[in-house]
């Protein structure tokens, strides 16, 4: 009988995201390639006006979400957003 491996660690709790400014151009594009990658994360639109989107994924894999873009990044325009929080007065 084998031994058991172990208790499995807790999966995350919340989801990580990163917001994307995307050419309206390259939008489409960008979904069809991040389904290409076995739904590394899923993307929906924010604003689409602005043409910014939310990618989220779980946090095991930052990573390889980070990895993907920079992959990408040569064939496809976008901007990772850097968000700030309004502090209550």
Known sequence: MN??????PAPPEWSRRFYLRVSPKDLAHLKFILESYGHLAYLSVVDRYAAVVQLVFSPNQEGEVCEFLDAVRPGLEFTVLELTHKKSA
């Open 3 to 8: 031994a058991p491996c172990g208790p499995k």
